[in-house]
């Protein structure tokens, strides 16, 4: 059993404030005791926001140079405690061995890759007449982070702050803390300096308030629910801190007629169960023809029995939801689907059979679905689809959009200049054609209540400097016969 008990601040592994209590975290695999960790308070948020702002006074002088190098070692280290991360991440939110491997602690890696290469080139400064614009550090940093992609949602913060000249305190997911705390042994590992990564375990409402409310903390970036990130903001606004927020999705995937209609249905029920439906911008409404719901119920029943649950370590497809509380959520809002009215095409409540302990949900979809029913309006967050019929394209795009979310949406047809059009009309962050694969260049976020900023590639480098406009600045020149 893993015993996370300390916090990682100012350069050193140190025992929590007095008082601190601890937390059983659970594997949701078979609902065993997976390992413990302490939960933080605000003393130790105060501890580790000094140390952060201490370091920020030489971490944010160091050249691209320095931070290249650091980014590089950094690498290496992940590198070295890859198998270690991604056993991690399987232990404490039930992802199958093969996505751990494949899809969950390769994130970790790529994003740190990519802010490397970003800063090599990234333009700090920028002249204009006599006036130069430079972008600095913004300064401390607060990360708050989900259990759903665990360390993803670290490396995309913690890689673009270090480049840019940051400095930080993270609390990971309380419910998936594992994976960030090999991440604090793998910054420990590759020298980072003292107090420029700073880590507490903890809550929400305890750790994750004070961050969002600490004076000496610059910006919070948070990810997860809407609710929670309301609270953050709400927290961060006497302080007047930038608010960087990836929140909650429903996101629209409309097939239109002229798609490979088989391969869009298949690929989209598919994408929906990926990660047992526990990402934000999965695509969990799909609109198609209203004249060709049945074959698209047809389609979609068959890619769901496809679906194999099971435990993590098994040749499975999915394994379990992350804890009770998820479990207990996904279950009430199946319930509520069946009872307003929904056609449920596979899967429904209850577990699978065989699978009498943990936290697994039956591969659902429901068909005939109206987009005023709670399962088309709330985030459900488990592996269940929702299909939605349309009559013509305009109404596709109005039931699309109608959603307080924007974090994605996607299409799939054959036509690439109407693919062009129905993306330009969706009000949505990233808005994917025809199951395009991921790219960590492009910028990540969303519109509306899923959140404000970007995050991924050379976008995410803004969210973490300051512009200063430094005028009257001597010409070249005339700096050249000063300095003589």
Same mark, same amino acid.
């Given at each position: 059993?893993?015993?996370?008990?300390?916090?990682?601040?100012?350069?050193?592994?140190?025992?929590?404030?007095?008082?601190?209590?601890?937390?059983?975290?659970?594997?949701?695999?078979?609902?065993?005791?997976?390992?413990?960790?302490?939960?933080?308070?605000?003393?130790?948020?105060?501890?580790?926001?000094?140390?952060?702002?201490?370091?920020?006074?030489?971490?944010?002088?160091?050249?691209?140079?320095?931070?290249?190098?650091?980014?590089?070692?950094?690498?290496?280290?992940?590198?070295?405690?890859?198998?270690?991360?991604?056993?991690?991440?399987?232990?404490?939110?039930?992802?199958?061995?093969?996505?751990?491997?494949?899809?969950?602690?390769?994130?970790?890696?790529?994003?740190?890759?990519?802010?490397?290469?970003?800063?090599?080139?990234?333009?700090?400064?920028?002249?204009?007449?006599? *006036?130069?614009?430079? !972008?600095?550090? +913004?300064? &401390?940093?607060?990360?708050?982070? @989900?259990?759903?992609?665990? =360390?993803? $949602?670290?490396?995309?913060?913690?890689?673009?702050?270090?480049?840019?000249?940051?400095?930080?305190?993270?609390?990971?997911?309380?419910?998936?803390?594992?994976?960030?705390?090999?991440?604090?042994?793998?910054?420990?590992?590759?020298?980072?300096?003292?107090?420029?990564?700073?880590?507490?375990?903890?809550?929400?409402?305890?750790?994750?308030?004070?961050?969002?409310?600490?004076?000496?903390?610059?910006?919070?970036?948070? *990810?997860?629910?809407? !609710?929670?990130? +309301?609270? &953050?903001?709400?927290?961060?606004? @006497?302080?007047?801190?930038? =608010?960087? $927020?990836?929140?909650?999705?429903?996101?629209?995937?409309?097939?239109?007629?002229?798609?490979?209609?088989?391969?869009?249905?298949?690929?989209?029920?598919?994408?929906?169960?990926?990660?047992?439906?526990?990402?934000?911008?999965?695509?969990?409404?799909?609109?198609?023809?209203?004249?060709?719901?049945?074959?698209?119920?047809?389609?979609?029943?068959?890619?769901?029995?496809?679906?194999?649950?099971?435990?993590?370590?098994?040749?499975?497809?999915?394994?379990?939801?992350?804890?009770?509380?998820?479990?207990?959520?996904?279950?009430?809002?199946?319930?509520?689907?069946?009872?307003?009215?929904?056609?449920?095409?596979?899967?429904?409540?209850?577990?699978?059979?065989?699978?009498?302990?943990?936290?697994?949900?039956?591969?659902?979809?429901?068909?005939?679905?109206?987009?005023?029913?709670?399962?088309?309006?709330?985030?459900?967050?488990?592996?269940?689809?929702?299909?939605?019929?349309?009559?013509?394209?305009?109404?596709?795009?109005?039931?699309?959009?109608?959603?307080?979310?924007?974090?994605?949406?996607?299409?799939?047809?054959?036509?690439?200049?109407?693919?062009?059009?129905?993306?330009?009309?969706?009000?949505?962050?990233?808005?994917?054609?025809?199951?395009?694969?991921?790219?960590?260049?492009?910028?990540?976020?969303?519109?509306?209540?899923?959140?404000?900023?970007?995050?991924?590639?050379?976008?995410?480098?803004?969210?973490?400097?300051?512009?200063?406009?430094?005028?009257?600045?001597?010409?070249?020149?005339?700096?050249?016969?000063?300095?003589?």
């Amino acid at each position: 059993m893993r015993e996370y008990t300390k916090f990682y601040i100012d350069g050193k592994w140190v025992e929590p404030s007095a008082g601190a209590k601890t937390l059983d975290v659970i594997n949701p695999a078979d609902e065993s005791v997976a390992g413990r960790i302490s939960l933080g308070t605000a003393a130790d948020v105060d501890a580790a926001a000094k140390a952060a702002a201490r370091a920020f006074t030489t971490f944010s002088r160091t050249t691209r140079e320095e931070r290249i190098a650091l980014l590089e070692r950094i690498i290496e280290e992940y590198k070295k405690r890859f198998d270690d991360m991604a056993k991690a991440i399987t232990e404490e939110m039930g992802a199958p061995v093969w996505l751990a491997q494949r899809a969950q602690a390769p994130m970790g890696t790529a994003h740190l890759q990519t802010a490397l290469n970003v800063l090599k080139n990234y333009k700090f400064e920028e002249d204009r007449g006599s *006036t130069v614009i430079v !972008r600095e550090p +913004i300064g &401390v940093c607060g990360f708050i982070t @989900p259990w759903n992609w665990p =360390v993803n $949602q670290i490396a995309c913060k913690v890689a673009p702050a270090i480049a840019t000249g940051c400095t930080m305190v993270l609390k990971p997911s309380e419910i998936a803390p594992f994976s960030g705390h090999i991440f604090a042994e793998i910054m420990d590992a590759a020298g980072v300096p003292p107090g420029v990564f700073n880590l507490v375990h903890g809550d929400g409402p305890t750790v994750g308030a004070a961050i969002s409310s600490h004076p000496l903390i610059d910006m919070v970036s948070f *990810t997860g629910s809407t !609710r929670a990130g +309301i609270e &953050v903001a709400r927290n961060a606004a @006497p302080t007047v801190k930038r =608010v960087h $927020q990836e929140l909650g999705g429903k996101s629209p995937n409309i097939i239109l007629d002229d798609a490979d209609f088989e391969r869009a249905v298949s690929g989209g029920v598919r994408a929906v169960m990926n990660n047992s439906g526990q990402s934000c911008n999965a695509p969990t409404r799909m609109l198609v023809p209203a004249n060709r719901m049945d074959e698209a119920i047809a389609i979609a029943r068959a890619a769901a029995e496809a679906t194999v649950v099971g435990r993590p370590e098994d040749k499975v497809t999915i394994g379990p939801v992350v804890s009770e509380a998820q479990f207990n959520k996904i279950q009430s809002l199946i319930q509520k689907g069946i009872e307003e009215g929904a056609t449920l095409v596979a899967g429904g409540p209850g577990r699978p059979e065989g699978l009498g302990k943990g936290y697994y949900v039956r591969p659902t979809v429901f068909a005939n679905v109206t987009n005023d029913m709670t399962i088309a309006r709330e985030e459900i967050f488990g592996p269940v689809l929702c299909i939605l019929g349309y009559r013509d394209l305009d109404e596709a795009v109005e039931i699309a959009n109608d959603t307080p979310y924007g974090l994605a949406a996607y299409i799939s047809g054959s036509d690439p200049v109407k693919l062009r059009e129905v993306a330009a009309r969706l009000r949505a962050g990233q808005v994917n054609l025809n199951g395009a694969a991921p790219d960590l260049m492009a910028p990540f976020g969303g519109y509306k209540m899923s959140g404000n900023g970007r995050e991924w590639g050379d976008h995410a480098f803004a969210e973490f400097l300051e512009t200063k406009a430094v005028l009257g600045v001597p010409k070249q020149a005339e700096q050249k016969q000063a300095a003589e």
